[in-house]
C-alpha cells in the first residue's frame, strides 16, 4: 500500500454532496437498500463485502451515482488504480459536478497507472470547475507538476537494466533492504519468511559472500542477531565491523521502532543493543545508514521537529563515543510528504533516499542529493524512468565504486516476492567514485595483531577524513576513500612509535584495485627511528608548507603523552648538488621541525636536530622513487627515563 494515497476517506468526506442534495440520484428501493448496506461493510473496513454490496445496487441502477463513486474509493483503497479509474470516469462522464472531486480522484489513480496524459487533462479541467474547494485546487495544481514530471520521464528514459541476484539471494519469499560492505563483496538484507507451518511471519538478516560466478548461497546470519522476533533494514560500516539496524515493538525499546547496533570482533557479533536517547525517542525510527567510518548515522524518524510526516535525521558520534543530538536535514531534502530508506555512500556526500513529497512520477520515488562543503543539501535529483515508476521505489544503496546500484522489486520475471537485483547506474545521479584501504596492524617486533587508532588525512585540505581503529582480534582495518586525492596515513597505539606515510588515489581505476598496506608498529624503545613521511618543505627551501602540519600535530601529541622521552630529528637528502649544500639544507629542515615543535609547547631540552645531507640513503639514488624516499624527515629516539 503507498503512504502517497488519499483515498481512504471518511464517509462524511466521501459523500458530501449527499449533504447538499438530502437525497439519493435514485428512487430504486432494492438499489438504496443495497447501497446503504454497502456503506456499513465499508465503515469497518470490509472491502470485498462493501465492493460486492455496489455492485448488487447498480445492477438494480446502473445510473445510481453513489454507488459508482465508492466503488471507486473501494478500489483505490485496495489497490486496483485501473478498476478504480475506470469508476470514477462513469462518474465524471454520467455528471462531473455532482461529486466534483470524481475528476481528482480519476487523475490520481490514472498517474498510480502511468497515464500521464489523460491525469494532466483531467486536473486541468478539474482546477476550472467554480465548486472545487480551495484546499483541493491547491492539491490539484501540486499534483499537475506530477503528471508533467511523469509524462516528460516516461519520453526520456534513463538506461536501467536490472540483473535479479540469483538463486544464492532470492528465493520465493520476500528479499529486500540490501546492506554492502566497502568492497562489495559481503551483502546483508532482509529476509521475510513463513514460519513452519504457515503461521506469520518472521523477518532475520541472511548473508552471502560474492565469488568469481556470483553470489554465494544466503545464510541466517544467527545468533546474537538474529533473534525469534522480527529485524529489518540492515546497514554496515565500510569495514565490515559495525551493523546497525531496526527493531520493533521490543519491550526494552522505547516507541514502535527503535535502532540497535552490534559490533564484530574478530569473526563474532557482539550481542546488539538499543542506541537510545537522544537517537531514539518514543516516536518511530527506522531504517539507518552509516557513513563509511561509522560516526555518522542518518535515519528516518517521524519525531517532533520535522517537515512533514517521516523525515530523515543525523546523528554524529563524538571523541568520545556518544551519539550526538540529531538534526533534521531541512526543508531542502524533508519535504510535507515522508522521506525514508536513506543511504549515504562512501563518498560521504552523496545521499540517496525516498519520498513521496518531492514531485516525481506519482508515489515513492528514489532521488539524491549532494552535501556541499558548507553543509548545505543539493536539490533532490529524480533518478528517472524507469529506475522510478508509478509505483513505490525504496531502498537503493550503491556500491562504493559508484556504478552499481542494488534494490528490491516485485518485477515480472523473478522468483517470488520481492527479490534483490543490481543494476548500472547512470552517470547523471553516480556518486564520487571511492576506494578502499585495507590491511592489518602488527606488533614489529613479534608479528602479534595489534588495536590501534588509523587516521586518514586529505593532504590538499589538511582535513581528517576518517579515524577509525583496526580489529582488536586480527588487527586488519579497512577504511573508505574518495579517488582522485592525496591522503597521508597515520598509525598509532600507547607504547608504540607511531607510523605515517602518504599515497595517491589519482585514478578512477584505483576503485577497483584497492591500496594495500600492512603496518608494523615499534615498540618505543631506545635508538628506534621513525621516518616523518608526512612532512613537506617548498623545493629547495626549509619552509614548511602546510600540508605539513597533520604530522607536527601528530608529533607533538605523541611527545606530549611520552614525556619521559627525548628525541632527535634528522634531515636527509637525495645525492642531487653539491654535498655542502645538501648538508646545509637538511640541518636547516630539521631545525624547522624542532623549531616548530618547541613553538607548540615541547621543551627544548627534548629536542636536537642534525642535517645528515646524503650520507644516510635508505634507498638508491639511481631512480626517481628511491631519491623521494632519501628526501626524509625522521626523528630517533634518544632517551627512555
Known amino acids: 500500500m503507498t503512504m502517497w494515497r488519499i483515498f481512504t476517506i471518511t464517509l462524511l468526506l466521501a459523500f458530501s454532496h449527499l449533504t447538499w442534495a438530502q437525497t439519493y440520484s435514485t428512487k430504486d428501493k432494492k438499489a438504496i437498500a443495497s447501497y446503504e448496506e454497502g456503506l456499513r461493510h465499508y465503515d469497518f473496513k470490509r472491502s470485498d463485502e462493501a465492493k460486492a454490496a455496489m455492485l448488487k445496487a447498480l445492477k438494480y441502477d446502473d445510473k445510481f451515482i453513489e454507488p459508482r463513486i465508492l466503488l471507486g474509493d473501494i478500489c483505490s483503497d485496495m489497490g486496483n488504480y485501473e478498476d478504480a479509474a475506470a469508476e470514477y470516469q462513469k462518474v465524471v462522464d454520467q455528471d462531473a459536478e455532482y461529486f466534483v472531486n470524481a475528476q481528482y480522484r480519476l487523475a490520481q489513480n490514472q498517474i498510480l497507472v502511468g497515464r500521464y496524459a489523460e491525469a494532466l487533462k483531467n486536473l486541468e479541467a478539474y482546477v476550472q470547475r467554480k465548486r472545487v474547494n480551495p484546499q483541493m485546487r491547491e492539491k490539484a495544481v501540486k499534483l499537475t507538476e506530477t503528471a508533467r514530471f ?19 539471494i532470492n528465493t520465493t519469499e520476500y528479499e529486500y533492504f540490501p546492506a554492502l560492505t566497502a568492497d562489495e563483496r559481503t551483502l546483508i538484507f532482509t529476509r521475510n519468511q513463513r514460519l513452519n507451518g504457515g503461521m506469520g511471519m518472521q523477518e532475520d538478516f541472511y548473508v552471502s559472500q560474492r565469488v568469481n560466478s556470483g553470489w554465494e548461497r544466503a545464510m541466517n546470519l544467527g545468533e546474537p542477531i538474529n533473534t525469534d522476533e522480527n529485524e529489518g533494514a540492515p546497514t554496515i560500516s565500510a569495514n565490515g565491523r559495525v551493523l546497525t539496524f531496526t527493531a520493533c515493538n521490543r519491550p526494552d525499546g522505547m516507541g514502535s521502532c527503535d535502532l540497535k547496533i552490534s559490533q564484530k570482533v574478530g569473526e563474532r557479533w557482539s550481542p546488539s543493543t538499543f542506541i537510545g536517547p ?26 517532533a521537529g520535522g517537515q512533514g510526516g517521516m523525515d530523515i535525521w543525523v546523528s554524529r558520534m563524538d571523541a568520545d563515543g556518544m551519539w550526538g543530538m540529531p538534526e533534521n536535514l531541512g526543508d531542502r531534502v524533508n519535504s510535507k510528504g515522508n522521506e525514508q530508506t536513506p543511504f549515504m555512500h562512501p563518498d560521504g556526500r552523496s545521499l540517496y533516499f525516498a519520498s513521496d513529497g518531492h514531485v516525481g512520477l506519482g508515489s515513492n520515488d528514489i532521488f539524491v542529493t549532494r552535501l556541499a562543503d558548507d553543509g548545505s543539501w543539493s536539490k533532490p535529483l529524480n533518478l528517472g524512468y524507469p529506475i522510478n515508476s508509478w509505483k513505490d521505489e525504496i531502498g537503493l544503496i550503491v556500491g562504493a565504486s559508484g556504478t552499481t546500484a542494488y534494490y528490491s522489486s516485485d518485477r515480472t520475471g523473478g522468483m517470488g516476492g520481492l527479490d534483490l537485483y543490481a ?17 592489518k596492524v602488527t606488533d614489529a617486533s613479534n608479528n602479534y595483531p595489534l588495536q590501534a587508532t588509523i587516521e586518514l588525512i586529505d593532504l590538499t585540505t589538511n582535513k581528517t577524513i576518517t579515524v577509525t581503529e583496526s580489529d582488536r582480534v586480527n588487527g586488519q582495518y579497512l577504511v573508505c576513500l574518495p579517488v582522485n586525492r592525496k591522503y597521508a596515513l597515520n598509525v598509532s597505539r600507547p607504547d608504540y612509535l607511531f607510523y605515517s606515510d602518504h599515497f595517491s588515489l589519482d585514478t578512477v581505476s584505483t576503485a577497483s584495485k584497492p591500496f594495500s598496506k600492512d603496518v608494523k608498529l615499534q615498540p618505543v624503545k631506545f635508538g628506534e627511528k621513525v621516518v616523518l613521511r608526512n612532512i613537506f618543505f617548498e623545493s629547495g627551501s626549509s619552509a614548511l608548507l602546510p600540508q605539513s602540519v597533520a604530522e607536527l600535530e601528530k608529533l607533538q601529541k605523541f611527545l606530549m603523552s611520552n614525556m619521559s622521552l627525548s628525541i632527535e630529528i634528522g634531515g636527509h637528502t637525495d645525492n642531487v648538488g653539491k654535498d655542502e649544500d645538501n648538508l646545509t639544507l637538511s640541518d636547516n629542515r630539521a631545525k624547522a621541525v624542532r623549531n616548530w615543535l618547541i613553538d607548540h609547547g615541547v621543551k627544548d631540552s627534548r629536542l636536537t636536530s642534525k642535517g645528515y645531507g646524503e650520507t644516510q640513503p635508505i ?5 626517481p622513487e628511491g631519491r623521494a624516499e632519501n628526501r626524509r624527515t625522521e626523528f630517533t629516539v634518544k632517551e627512555r627515563k
Open 150 to 168: 511523469g509524462e516528460v520521464a516516461v519520453a526520456n528514459p534513463v538506461p536501467f537494466d536490472p540483473k535479479n541476484l540469483g538463486a544464492g
Open 619 to 623: 634507498a638508491s639514488n639511481d631512480q
Open 278 to 303: 537522544p537517537v531514539s525517542s518514543n516516536k518511530w525510527e527506522s531504517q539507518p545508514s552509516l557513513s563509511a567510518d561509522g560516526r555518522t548515522l542518518y535515519y528516518a524518524s517521524n519525531r
Open 423 to 439: 543494476f548500472e547506474l547512470h552517470a547523471d545521479v553516480r556518486p564520487t567514485p571511492v576506494t578502499y584501504v585495507r590491511g
